[in-house]
Every structure is written in structure tokens, then in C-alpha cells.
């Protein structure tokens, strides 16, 4: 009887201490959470994924994005199903961007990773699609390690990870390192209203303009607070979809906003930037890819962003694409210009445009 008590007085005490060290913003060892399952089960979750077999990464251009049109300004949802083959990318600022991130998990981890009390599971079931989605897509560059097969190659970096329990580092610290995508789990119920998600976890390298530290632990309408029109055009169509959202293929959608240098760890508010002394060389666009998918065990929503950012000089080699990116901001209404801070860049934008565009005349009116 005795031997008994002293087993379970030893198993409580280690679960409190794994619960104490899974505190916010502090990096985890173990997790008394339930194993990640076998590789063969993960696998199958992505048998539908075509593998590429010798995949260059570094000879694969980006796809930077061009999320505007130039009819009337239309605030909507945008969002569309893609393939399952095209949830996670990989292109040529793969090494580059891994070095950021590096940079910013070494000296900044407070600022890009955070986690509350029960997001635990979908951490764990994160890291686990992640896995299984690369060594499925990607065989030559993610691979289980032939000295070990709890641990997982990144054939690019030379990286190598636990990824069977007890995992060596947080699960979105370990993902933040095979994948060009920011992570954010959104829970419902995880919060005072029942029926409205919560951002419970984050790994996120590109915020834009916002601090993690202030939104982790938000609801959904909290986070879109700032977003103009949000209150009486999105909220209530965006909530539902979430209620609604099912276990399926991702969808996504797209975004983008202006920014007047080339950094990609953008806390501070795009409209606080100061427009003294800007040349049209320094003002980039800012593309956002967005998915979004429900995780079939922790029932959390993972909504991904893989952010690009272009020289808008770039864009004087593609007249149509400048035409329709003018029409658009020129369409906006004044409060969704200040609040993707226009007056930083809008005159400088607009003076060059006019130039590249002089002669310019599209044959189909965009």
C-alpha cells in the first residue's frame, strides 16, 4: 500500500511540475499531455499529398502574391479552398528567413512565442500535421533520422529535432523551425463566451504592426478591433465561419499592406511610421498568405500567415499589376488608408506611379 502511495505521490509531483514549467512564454520540456501518435498514423492523414522528389529549395523563386483589385473597395472575407499539396511552401528566402527566426527565438522569444494553459494539445497535434506534411511532401529535405526515429532532419538547415515525447523544445518552437508560415491557434470556448475563439498559442515572425505579447489570450473580435469596418462588415460572417468551420482541406486568403522599409518583425502600428525622407525605393508591399484549418483532435482552429515582401519598384516591369494596385489604394475609404498608413507612403507611391504609368493603357479596364 505503501509503494503505492509513493508511485502516485511521484506521478503527481511530476505533473505538476511539467504544468508549472508550460507556464506563458516559458519553454517546455515535457508535457504531461497524451504521446504524439506513430509516424505511419500521421502519414496517412496526408496520403492524398503528391511528394516532390528532389525539390531545390534555394531555385524556387517566391510567389509573392498581388491581393488587390481595382474596382470599388469591398470589405469581405476573401476566402477560398486550395490544395491540400500547396498548404505549406517552401521557396528561396528559406535560409534567410530561418536565420531571422533563429535571431528572434535566441533574443527575443517573449516576442514571437506564446502559449496559455490548455493549448497544449494543439500545440502537440501542430507539430504533428506539420511533420507529417513535410516528410510526405518534401521526403528529401524532412526525413526521420536513420541514427534515431524519434528525432526529424531538417535536410535543409542541418537542423535536428525531438519530435516524440519528451519533446526537447515548446512543439511551435520546433515547427517555427521546418516551416516559412507564423501559427496561431484559436480555441473556442477557451475564454468567458462559450461560443467564440480564443488565440490560445502563437509563433509569429511577421506580426504585423500589432505585439503578440498584448493579443495571446484574445477573442477573435479583440484581435480585429483595430481593423476598420470590422465591427459592422465582419464580425458576426467571420464568427461564424469559425463556429461552422470543419475538419477538411485548408482554405486561405489574402492580404497586404504598404511599409516603408524591409523589416519583417513589424510591431510597431504601420500608421506610426514617419514619412521624413522616403524614396520610392524604400517602400515595400507587404503580402499575406492566410490558411486556415480545423485540427480533427483538439477541435482548434490553426490559422497560418507566410508573409512576402517585394520592392514595389519591382512592379515597374508589370504595368497591369501597378495599375491595379494605384486603383486599389486609390479606392480605399480614408479610415482603412490611415489605419495601412498612407500618409507614410501614399505620396511618394503615387508621384512614382503616375510616371511609370504615363503611357500606360490596359486593354481590359482592371
Not at 498548404?87 to 534567410?96: A, F, K, S, T
Not at 517555427?176 to 496561431?184: F, P, S, T
Not at 459592422?232 to 485548408?250: N, Q
Request: proline share 7%.
Amino acid at each position: 500500500m505503501t509503494n503505492y502511495a509513493i508511485c502516485f505521490g511521484l506521478v503527481l509531483l511530476v505533473v505538476t511540475i511539467g504544468l508549472k514549467l508550460f507556464r506563458r512564454g516559458r519553454p517546455v520540456v515535457t508535457l504531461p499531455v497524451k504521446p504524439i501518435t506513430s509516424t505511419e498514423e500521421l502519414i496517412s492523414t496526408f496520403d492524398s499529398v503528391s511528394p516532390v522528389i528532389g525539390f531545390n529549395v534555394d531555385a524556387q523563386p517566391s510567389h509573392p502574391y498581388a491581393p488587390w483589385s481595382g474596382g470599388k473597395f469591398q470589405m469581405a472575407m476573401g476566402i477560398r479552398r486550395t490544395q491540400e499539396d500547396s498548404w505549406l511552401m517552401l521557396d528561396n528566402r528559406y535560409r534567410e528567413e530561418q536565420s531571422l527566426r533563429e535571431r528572434l527565438l535566441d533574443n527575443e522569444k517573449a516576442g514571437v512565442l506564446q502559449y496559455l494553459d490548455g493549448s497544449e494539445d494543439a500545440c502537440r497535434e501542430t507539430l504533428e500535421h506539420i511533420v507529417a506534411f513535410l516528410t510526405r511532401r518534401f521526403p528529401d529535405l524532412f526525413f526521420r533520422s536513420p541514427k534515431d526515429l524519434n528525432y526529424l532532419c531538417n535536410g535543409i538547415t542541418g537542423a535536428v529535432f525531438r519530435v516524440v515525447d519528451p519533446l526537447e523544445q515548446h512543439p511551435l518552437e520546433i515547427a517555427a523551425r521546418l516551416v516559412m508560415e507564423d501559427m496561431n491557434l484559436l480555441i473556442q470556448g477557451a475564454g468567458p463566451d462559450p461560443d467564440e475563439h480564443y488565440l490560445r498559442a502563437s509563433f509569429s515572425m511577421a506580426p504585423a504592426g500589432w505585439y503578440l505579447k498584448d493579443r495571446i489570450g484574445w477573442p477573435l473580435w479583440q484581435i480585429h478591433t483595430p481593423v476598420p469596418m470590422w465591427e459592422e462588415k465582419l464580425r458576426k460572417p467571420v464568427e461564424k465561419y469559425f463556429r461552422d468551420m470543419k475538419v477538411s482541406t485548408p482554405v486561405e486568403r489574402m492580404n497586404f499592406f504598404m511599409q516603408t522599409d524591409k523589416t519583417l518583425f513589424q510591431q510597431e502600428p504601420f500608421a506610426a511610421q514617419r514619412a521624413e525622407n522616403v524614396k520610392i525605393q524604400d517602400v515595400q508591399v507587404r503580402h499575406e498568405r492566410q490558411t486556415l484549418r480545423r485540427l480533427p483532435q483538439s477541435r482548434a482552429i490553426l490559422f497560418m500567415v507566410r508573409t512576402y515582401l517585394t520592392p514595389v519598384v519591382e512592379l515597374a516591369s508589370n504595368k497591369a499589376s501597378l495599375y491595379t494596385l494605384r486603383k486599389s489604394i486609390r479606392a480605399m475609404p480614408e479610415e482603412m488608408a490611415k489605419y495601412k498608413g498612407r500618409e507614410a507612403w501614399g505620396d511618394v507611391f503615387e508621384k512614382w506611379a503616375e510616371r511609370e504609368l504615363a503611357d500606360y493603357e490596359p486593354s481590359v479596364e482592371c
